[in-house]
């Protein structure tokens, strides 16, 4: 995978993921597992624990030249479910690619987020490697499969 993305005009942006959920921990994991993912790649991974935050880091990163790749967000959190976080995401940012991961998850929801392709994956708590590996595989922005 190319390390760097290219936009509207042709230069070189600088890759990125963001991954939001209200506990560090989870957060953790998917830092860990990502870069293992991305071991030979240069990738910005933010974290979020407070969800309400997300739109303007995605402002901010854009704004700095930074191509958002993917979005991993937790169903449930106090502050806003992931379910009303991606419809608030693809509102402003339609071609941001969301995965939804959970262990809770109203199983009705995340099939209209499916099928509304709102969401590209869906990804069971607790997940392995593996899991995180085959829902990347399915986001377009990854130049090549890195799973």
Known sequence: MNSTANNN??????????CID?????????EIQLREI?????ILLELITDPCTTLQQID??????????????DYRMPQMSGYEL?????TK???????????????????????AEVI????NKP?????LQTALTRISKLNEKVC
């Open 38 to 42: 991305f071991r030979n790649e240069e």
């Open 127 to 131: 997940w392995k490697l593996q899991d």
């Open 86 to 90: 991606v419809y608030a995401v693809k």
């Open 120 to 123: 590209t994956a869906f990804i």
């Open 22 to 30: 209200d506990d560090p921990y989870v957060l953790q994991m998917l």
């Open 93 to 115: 940012y339609p071609e941001l690619e969301c995965i939804l991961l959970s262990g809770q998850a109203d199983k009705f929801e995340v099939r209209e987020l499916l099928h």
């Open 60 to 73: 901010y990163l854009q704004n700095n030249d930074f191509e958002i790749a993917f979005l991993i967000t």
């Open 9 to 18: 005009y042709g230069a070189l942006r600088k890759l990125a993921a963001i």
